[in-house]
């Protein structure tokens, strides 16, 4: 693949997702898990703690920007921009495929500038298949996470997005192999993320297999990749591309369910993406057993009117997270971990026809000791 092409791409993606309607039409499956209220909360909002450990790192909050962009110099702007905001808030940050820096390495800069600015967070490094599957996987990855001084890397998996593109790199083959070298080749820890379809839990069961550090779901009901390149096919006027991107356009298994597969079926660390829009969604994520919530688009939206516009989104994220733990008593993320829930609606079918045991979710209650009239406090 041409080096300009990928240069080219990395910025039609940025203005298509900016401003065409990429949505996936299909519900996350938040809408189907309700918290069950606590009338009673019996803690102070105040003194609710939202932080928690990250491979190393403290977090304030179990939040991390998506990995998104580099390789021109507009990425480059909302590379910083988002860094700083982690850096504020201290939260956790992915730049994108750092393929464009691998191909020509005087863009490295659009992806440092990143590290630059956010010199103690943890920030992860990404890349997609194509680049593992053919030549080095071990140095290109090292390449990577040493650009960026990256405290991670993240392993992309777009296949839906590859099979629907003109230009789209479709051989798949030995990538678990190849993952799975790598997660004994580096230093840091290795990560898999989907870009938008999901995970489920054979996949999930194959990573852990391959010893990855965690997964990031990022399943469907937030941003369509077989949208975004159906915006682009349109405009060159690719027939087939087009019909594939609109067929495909709700392809995959749906966050909340794909939460679900994972942390059932694995001990890995899950970051919940696809269609996370606030902190009520992150709330839910971490009750059915993620860890952190991850927000792409609404991000490059807010970053793109200014850094200030995109603290004031996550500021509120964090506050929807707190008033959510708030009202289920949970004091920190590991007793929202357990606050009770119920799963209704399709997710609920999702949970019975894949073979899930229900009670898991239905057999927690708030503790009798807690509620208790005579309860030290
Ligand atoms: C403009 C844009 C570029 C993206 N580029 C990458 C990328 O390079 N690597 C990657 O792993 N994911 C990439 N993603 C996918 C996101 O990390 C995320 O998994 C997906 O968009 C779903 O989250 P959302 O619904 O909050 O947008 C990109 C997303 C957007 C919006």
Same mark, same amino acid.
């Given at each position: 693949?041409?080096?300009?092409?990928?240069?080219?791409?990395?910025?039609?993606?940025?203005?298509?997702?900016?401003?065409?309607?990429?949505?996936?039409?299909?519900?996350?499956?938040?809408?189907?898990?309700?918290?069950?209220?606590?009338?009673?909360?019996?803690?102070?909002?105040?003194?609710?703690?939202?932080?928690?450990?990250?491979?190393?790192?403290?977090?304030?909050?179990?939040?991390?920007?998506?990995?998104?962009?580099?390789?021109?110099?507009?990425?480059?702007?909302?590379?910083?921009?988002?860094?700083?905001?982690?850096?504020?808030?201290?939260?956790?940050?992915?730049?994108?495929?750092?393929?464009?820096?691998?191909?020509?390495?005087?863009?490295?800069?659009?992806?440092?500038? !990143?590290?630059?600015?956010?010199?103690?967070?943890?920030?992860?490094?990404?890349?997609?298949?194509?680049?593992?599957?053919?030549? @080095?996987?071990?140095?290109?990855?090292?390449? !990577?996470? @040493?650009?960026?001084?990256?405290?991670?890397?993240?392993?992309?998996?777009?296949?839906?997005?590859?099979?629907?593109?003109?230009?789209?790199?479709?051989?798949?083959?030995?990538?678990?192999?190849?993952? =799975?070298?790598?997660?004994?080749?580096?230093?840091?820890?290795?990560?898999?993320?989907?870009?938008?379809?999901?995970?489920?839990?054979?996949?999930?069961?194959?990573?852990?297999?391959?010893?990855?550090?965690?997964?990031?779901?990022?399943?469907?009901?937030?941003?369509?990749?077989?949208?975004?390149?159906?915006?682009?096919?349109?405009?060159?006027?690719?027939?087939?591309?087009?019909?594939?991107?609109?067929?495909?356009?709700?392809?995959?298994?749906?966050?909340?369910?794909?939460?679900?597969?994972?942390?059932?079926?694995?001990?890995?660390?899950?970051?919940?993406?696809?269609?996370?829009?606030?902190?009520?969604?992150?709330?839910?994520?971490?009750?059915?057993?993620?860890?952190?919530?991850?927000?792409?688009?609404?991000?490059?939206?807010?970053?793109?009117?200014?850094?200030?516009?995109?603290?004031?989104?996550?500021?509120?994220?964090?506050?929807?997270?707190?008033?959510?733990?708030?009202?289920?008593?949970?004091?920190?993320?590991?007793?929202?971990?357990?606050?009770?829930?119920?799963?209704?609606?399709?997710?609920?079918?999702?949970?019975?026809?894949?073979?899930?045991?229900?009670?898991?979710?239905?057999?927690? =209650?708030?503790?009798?000791?807690?509620?208790?009239?005579?309860?030290? =406090?």
């Amino acid at each position: 693949m041409p080096k300009v092409q990928t240069t080219r791409r990395k910025l039609s993606h940025i203005q298509t997702t900016l401003h065409e309607q990429v949505q996936s039409h299909v519900p996350t499956g938040f809408e189907d898990v309700r918290l069950i209220h606590k009338a009673l909360p019996e803690i102070d909002r105040q003194e609710v703690d939202l932080s928690t450990p990250i491979f190393g790192y403290k977090l304030n909050a179990p939040i991390v920007i998506e990995s998104m962009t580099g390789g021109t110099p507009d990425a480059a702007r909302i590379n910083q921009r988002l860094a700083k905001v982690a850096q504020k808030l201290g939260i956790a940050m992915g730049v994108g495929s750092q393929r464009a820096a691998i191909e020509d390495a005087s863009l490295a800069y659009t992806y440092r500038i !990143a590290r630059e600015a956010a010199p103690s967070i943890p920030l992860f490094a990404n890349l997609g298949c194509p680049q593992l599957v053919h030549g @080095d996987a071990v140095d290109c990855a090292k390449r !990577a996470v @040493d650009m960026i001084h990256a405290s991670g890397l993240f392993i992309h998996l777009n296949a839906l997005q590859e099979s629907v593109q003109y230009e789209g790199e479709t051989d798949f083959r030995n990538m678990l192999r190849r993952i =799975s070298e790598l997660a004994s080749a580096l230093s840091v820890p290795v990560l898999v993320k989907e870009t938008g379809a999901g995970v489920s839990k054979e996949t999930a069961q194959a990573l852990e297999r391959a010893k990855v550090s965690g997964i990031n779901v990022s399943g469907l009901g937030g941003t369509s990749w077989a949208g975004v390149e159906y915006y682009r096919a349109r405009a060159k006027r690719y027939k087939l591309q087009m019909e594939l991107g609109l067929t495909f356009w709700d392809w995959g298994t749906p966050t909340v369910p794909s939460i679900i597969e994972v942390t059932n079926s694995t001990r890995l660390k899950v970051f919940a993406s696809g269609g996370v829009r606030n902190g009520l969604h992150v709330a839910k994520a971490i009750a059915l057993g993620a860890h952190y919530g991850g927000f792409a688009l609404p991000l490059l939206k807010s970053a793109s009117s200014g850094e200030a516009v995109a603290v004031e989104r996550l500021t509120t994220v964090i506050e929807e997270l707190k008033n959510a733990m708030f009202l289920t008593g949970s004091r920190n993320l590991e007793q929202l971990r357990q606050a009770p829930l119920v799963i209704t609606g399709s997710t609920y079918q999702w949970i019975i026809q894949r073979g899930f045991d229900p009670t898991v979710y239905a057999s927690r =209650s708030y503790s009798e000791e807690d509620l208790s009239p005579v309860r030290a =406090s």
